[in-house]
């Protein structure tokens, strides 16, 4: 598909990769800032709900429902934090960056099945999307 924009053309591809799961989405009632950052919306979202529930999306909007900005909260934060970084203290950012991309490298792309990727891992999923482009 494309589209006009700028008075360039720009192509967009619709594959199921990057899909984020949502299960519910709860709209603000009271007008945000639209300057403000994601982690003001977290903050609002955290006085209302006492957290930020996994699979669900916050939506706000500014005063004349021009704009809005929307929150995301998935599970693979939680499942980082549980599985590697929980009981750790990191001496440098450094060494905490070098963990995480481990953990994501060299266990949760190659090794983790996704239930929306058919219960395939992301390096499989990957693998077999590129195969079918081949075949076409």
Known sequence: ?????????????????????????????????????????????????????????????????????????????QLLKRERIKRKIYTTRQDARGDVFDYIEMFYNPKRRHSFNNQLTPVEFEKRYAASLESV
């Open 1 to 77: 598909m494309a589209s006009l924009g700028s008075g360039r053309l720009c192509v967009f591809y619709s594959w199921p990769g990057p899909m984020i799961r949502i299960d519910s989405i709860w709209l603000a009632t009271q007008p945000m800032d639209m300057r403000a950052g994601t982690d003001t919306a977290l903050a609002r979202v955290v006085a209302v709900f006492g957290a930020a529930k996994p699979h669900c999306a916050y939506l706000f909007a500014n005063r004349r429902a021009n704009r809005m900005k929307v929150l995301v909260h998935e599970s693979f934060f």
